[in-house]
């Protein structure tokens, strides 16, 4: 599968599943048996591997162990799930049709990366992701013709977001609404449409099957934490019209 411009919402599990086994084979496997694809973080080992991993550090033994700081021999031996931790290349091997959003933590991991996906031929089904700008604008820079996506974590995004040109995707949480409101956050996500940018809905905190049916409308992909609640809660019954009226494409 490609990403491609046309009417389908793509749900993509966010870490896989998020838990205690996110960002692994199991969890991507179980996320693809529901959704389109997987969303999942990308960093470097001390040995230069390419890991799927949200945080720089994880704590074993009553100590801290930063992933910088080790190699992937170290890690899978230190590390609570031990060898359930995978390379990004075992990611893109094991799951050939599915589209995929490498959420890219650090810049020294854009280069490795991006020849990673370019190697096993994925760059038409990835797009790359970061909440720093710096590392959406290297990611850029590197590669003009791969998509890359902006993270909004917080208001500082909103002050970054119109310098950042050229950029494919908008990942936007929808715990937003907390904080700005839901005509404020419509408003958001109108403009960004305008401006021809993809909509990426994820979430922090926020209940999904009340939120996403309201804002799918003025989605192009859900980056889901439990991909098998939303596509049995509501996904496969027509969740198009169950967005509100006032919401639409435009």
Known sequence: ?????????FILGHRG???????TLPAFRRALQYADGIEFDVRLTGDGKLVTHHDAAFSS????????????????????LGRLIPRVEEVLDAFPGAVFNADVKESEAVEPVLRAVERKGRVESTVFSSDDPAVVSLL?????????GF??????SAVVL????????????????????????????????????????WNYKMNELIWIPRLLP??????????????????GEGVFSWGDSNVGKG
């Open 1 to 9: 599968m490609t990403i491609a411009d046309s009417e389908q919402v």
């Open 17 to 23: 599943f998020r838990g205690r086994l996110e960002n």
């Open 61 to 80: 033994g009553g100590s801290s162990h930063r992933l910088r700081e080790l190699t992937l021999r170290e890690i899978r031996k230190l590390h609570p």
């Open 140 to 148: 850029m820079r590197e590669c003009p013709d791969c998509k890359a």
């Open 151 to 156: 993270s909004i974590t917080g208001y500082p």
């Open 162 to 201: 119109p310098r950042l040109r050229c950029i494919y995707s908008v990942h936007v949480p929808i715990d937003v609404v907390t904080y700005i409101g839901y005509r404020n956050l419509i408003v958001l996500l109108r403009a960004l449409r305008r401006r021809g940018l993809r909509i990426y809905l």
């Open 218 to 235: 003025l989605a192009d992909a859900v980056i889901s934490d439990d991909p098998a609640r939303l596509r049995k809660g509501f996904y």
